[in-house]
């Protein structure tokens, strides 16, 4: 079974910095998937932050643009979200999202547990 797990949320004062990782079970790899991002505060729908394609072409909310980047380690099956200058309003459970077209209207898609990240003074 397809284990996607994140770890690095945590508590942050305004203008810090976190990064947030996504490792995936031994039986998966990320080669061939776009691999997301996504965020969701308190009592609000779940939204994109930052995308990268399985060719490395990356996404980004505008609202992150120059302070939030993602990246991938194919070779540690590892996504990571490299939040600086953080704000309070980035506040939400940040989930990893590992996504493939297979056929048709068939796609292969995989969700994490999610990591809370709190900024806060």
């Known amino acids: 079974q397809v284990q996607l797990v994140e770890s690095g949320g945590g508590l942050v004062q305004p203008g810090g910095s976190l990064r947030l990782s996504c490792v995936a079970s031994?039986?998966?790899?990320?080669?061939?998937?776009?691999v997301a991002w996504y965020r969701q505060a308190t009592g609000k729908q779940r939204d994109l932050v930052a995308s990268?394609?399985?060719?490395?072409?990356?996404n980004y909310t505008n609202s992150v643009k120059g302070r939030f980047t993602i990246s991938t380690d194919n070779a540690k099956n590892t996504v990571y979200l490299q939040m600086n200058s953080l704000k309070p309003e980035d506040t939400a459970a940040y989930y990893c999202n590992a996504r493939r077209h297979l056929f048709g209207s068939v796609w292969s898609d995989f969700w994490g547990r999610g990591t809370q990240v709190t900024v806060s003074s």
């Open positions: 990268i394609t399985s060719g490395g072409t990356t």
């Open positions: 031994t039986s998966f790899s990320f080669s061939g998937y776009s």
